[in-house]
């Protein structure tokens, strides 16, 4: 079994994860509240984007007495921006009552990044340190007291 997170093997029985601290225990509560709360707001959110469309368009041809190719693109852009919305709620909503990740996951083993070709940098190969070869070892010491 894999870590749904962090794709580490772990053992039999864990409620965590030893590498990340992902919760492994199985979700049982229901998220039905959540999925009706955004089937009501794409449902509002279709109502009252119509509504704005049509009553807006009858508006601003009534009242403000604009041409009718300005209503076009005020209800162009109203309509885009009310899709734009709708497909972002839908989206999540999908997300949300799809397929989980970790059971996809935990068929198969993660790949690892190990046989990888290492990575070329533009900085260069490291410059080698000033104390580098420069300290005095025990033997020269030796040598220096033997003289005098």
């Known amino acids: 079994m894999y870590c749904a997170n962090c794709g580490t093997q772990l053992a039999q029985g864990l409620s965590y994860c030893n590498r990340c601290g992902f919760d492994l225990r199985e979700r049982t509560e229901s998220n039905t509240a959540v999925v009706s709360g955004f089937l009501t707001a794409i449902t509002i959110l279709g109502a009252a984007g119509l509504a704005i469309l049509f009553g807006g368009a009858l508006v601003l041809k009534k009242k403000a007495q604009l041409d009718p190719e300005l209503i076009g693109v005020f209800m162009t852009f109203t309509f885009l921006l009310v899709s734009l919305i709708e497909f972002m709620l839908i989206r999540n909503l999908s997300k949300l ?3 989980k990740e970790s059971k996809i996951r935990s068929l198969s083993p993660p790949v690892t990044n190990d046989l ?7 900085l260069g190969e490291p410059v080698p340190s000033v104390t580098e070869n420069t300290t005095r070892t025990l033997e020269y010491a030796r040598r220096e007291q033997g003289r005098s």
């Open 116 to 122: 990888r070709l290492p990575q070329h940098s533009n």
């Open 97 to 99: 009552i799809g397929p």
